[in-house]
């Protein structure tokens, strides 16, 4: 727990050298009567409780432990400015608050955010008050609401079935950091492996003063610098195409695949009349991934996607991780299983996780957090979240596609619902506006519509049936596992690859959880037996694209983990790694 309170740089894409974790113990209460905004606790907060931020009361770690209905939150704590930020201006960052939120510093209001699952910030330089000040949060959760962007967050008080334990609250990092007036806001890195360029568009705040800016830029691999360049700001954000004059031996040496995980260095200093203002850090990988004839291709050679889906659930810290290294050793008990990707399901997640798949190499599909209800109001709010996870996670080499919609949640009758199918279609095309570099699949699992991948869950556990199953194209799309049509009718199959992105789902119980999966095994023995047969099943279609096996861990009541929830194996590794590689078994 030590280590995620003191914190890693929580914005692994956009790194300045000096920052203030406000990680940590913070006052805390339960406001049931929703008294505490008419009644102004911020401006004179006294609380009862004590939290450990950044873990939401609901968990273990956050001291509290408490998984009751609490909608309304408030938190407060005292921090003091470091003489050294003195004269710059001091931005307050917020990793991600479920779900909505009102910040006040020194009693005076901050910022407003709706989305529990991206980050914002707020300039309280003109709201500070010497060196001492007082920071106040209000989270409001809406527990019952179906219609909420919420992923897995059960709507009752007891998690089930699929369904697991709300988050309510702060649940990633706060931190400060100062800056100029005139500083780097964002940046956008677009590599492009066939021509040997990197894409850079830099955002710049402040940039309007009348002042002379400049850009400068650092490239470097392994510690030799391969590009540098300096450009003037004359807008608020500056594009330039670099080129990386550097060997690149066919890909084996510097492009990034899970393979060979290589990445570029950047540092990125504004300079205004000639003085350094800001220095950020950042890296990108030269990577890409296309679709060519229904083949899905990684760095334009064929690659079969072997993932398994992660829900990024902790024991003691539900959506947070106890630490960044359990964020890392989760990434590398997938690829000591054999496994290239993982599909993060319904969860954007910490930027720290896509961190750790950057660096050591594993392919990841970004999903958005779905509801279950269609409203026009849901529309509204999940459409501006999913783009604020779009942009946030852009730059990360290791996502390899977007997943805006899940087995049709929110949209439970797009099968005959226009407007549903709009909203499907709306999705795919806002993302594929801001993201041309990336495979966007409108509804994975079922009830497509427009898509560039076209992706299956089956839980059928007979080996014999998923091979004819997936024997053709024909026989896959006029399955319906489930009883649902792959395709909404109206929205033809124009010759997207196929994946199996749902299967699997082995119940095993293994020590003192109890719980369900989707079909059980009796004993180890049984359960590599299971496990080899469904996998046996997708290796052997000659149509399949790639799979996604469910499912990594075990989650409260589900017990359908290759490992437990607290990350034990539940067979050797190495026995699921032979099974993975499609080293075939016999019983």
């Known amino acids: ?65 408490d998984p009751s209905f609490h909608d309304i939150v408030w938190y407060h704590r005292n921090f003091t400015v470091p003489t050294a930020y003195q004269g710059k201006r001091l931005i307050l960052h917020f990793g991600a608050v479920d779900y909505e939120c009102k910040v006040w510093v020194n009693g005076r209001l901050a910022a407003i955010h709706e989305g529990g699952h991206t980050p914002f910030d707020a300039d309280i330089t003109d709201l500070l008050q010497g060196a001492d000040n007082s920071i106040v949060v209000k989270a409001v959760d809406y527990s019952r609401d179906a219609a909420l962007p919420r992923g897995k967050q059960y709507w009752e008080e007891t998690s089930a079935g699929i369904f697991y334990t709300r988050t309510t609250g702060i649940w990633q990092t706060v931190w400060i950091e100062p800056v100029h007036d005139l500083h780097i806001r964002r940046i956008r890195l677009t590599p492009d492996i066939d021509t040997n360029e ?54 084996l040496g510097r492009w990034w695949s899970p393979e060979r995980p290589n990445l570029y260095d950047l540092e990125l200093t504004l300079l205004v009349d000639g003085e350094a203002v800001d220095t950020v850090a950042s890296y990108f990988g030269m990577r890409k991934i296309s679709i060519e004839d229904g083949v899905v291709l990684l760095n334009n050679r064929p690659y079969y996607m072997k993932m398994v889906l992660d829900q990024g659930y ?72 999913w783009l604020q996870a779009v942009e946030r996670d852009y730059n990360h080499p290791c996502i390899v596609a977007w997943v ?46 427009k898509t560039d991948l076209v992706t299956i869950h089956d839980y059928e556990w007979r080996k014999e049936v998923l091979a004819d199953r997936y024997s053709t ?17 109206g929205y033809p199959y124009e010759g997207q690859p196929l994946l199996l992105t749902e299967f699997g789902g082995i119940s095993f119980q293994k020590g003192n959880q109890e719980g369900w999966g989707y079909s059980g095994a009796s004993n180890e023995e049984d359960f590599e037996r299971r496990l080899a047969d469904v996998l046996q099943g997708a290796l052997a279609s000659p ?28 067979i050797p590794l190495e026995k699921i790694r032979e099974i993975v590689q499609g080293r075939l078994y016999s019983f």
């Open 404 to 449: 805006p919609l899940n087995e049709s949640w929110g949209v439970t009758n797009i099968l005959v619902s226009p407007a549903e199918q709009q909203h499907a279609l709306a999705l795919y095309h806002m993302t594929k506006s801001l993201d041309m570099s990336r495979p966007v699949i409108s509804n994975d699992g079922w009830e497509l519509v």
């Open 198 to 251: 990197v894409s850079l568009q830099a955002f710049v705040q402040g940039w309007d003063t009348g002042a002379k800016l400049q850009l400068k830029s650092v490239i470097s691999f392994a510690g030799q610098v391969v590009s540098e360049d300096s450009f003037s700001v004359t807008g608020k954000d500056e594009m330039r195409r670099i080129r990386l004059h550097d060997f690149n031996d066919h890909g």
């Open 1 to 65: 727990m030590t280590e995620m309170l003191r914190g890693e740089y929580p914005r692994p894409q956009l790194v300045r050298a000096d920052w203030l974790n406000l990680n940590g113990v913070w006052n805390f209460e339960f406001d049931d009567e929703a008294a505490g905004e008419r009644e102004k606790w911020y401006e004179h907060p006294s609380f009862s409780r004590t939290i450990q931020v950044p873990f939401c009361y609901q968990s273990k770690l956050s001291g509290i432990g």
């Open 543 to 570: 149509v399949l694209q790639g799979f996604c096996y469910t499912q990594l861990t075990d989650v409260e009541q589900e017990i359908n983990g290759l490992l437990t929830y607290d990350r034990q194996p539940k």
């Open 473 to 489: 194209v024909e026989q896959a799309l006029q399955a319906k596992p489930g009883n649902r049509w792959i395709l909404v009718p």
């Open 314 to 385: 902790f024991p003691d810290g539900l959506l947070t991780a106890p630490s960044d290294e359990a964020l890392k050793k989760d990434i590398e008990l997938t690829k000591e299983m054999g496994f290239n990707g993982a599909r993060k399901h319904q969860k954007i997640e910490d930027p720290r996780y896509l961190y750790w798949a950057d660096r050591l190499g594993l392919l990841v599909w970004g999903e958005m957090a779905n509801a279950f209800r269609f409203t026009e109001t849901y529309a509204g709010q999940i459409t501006r979240e």
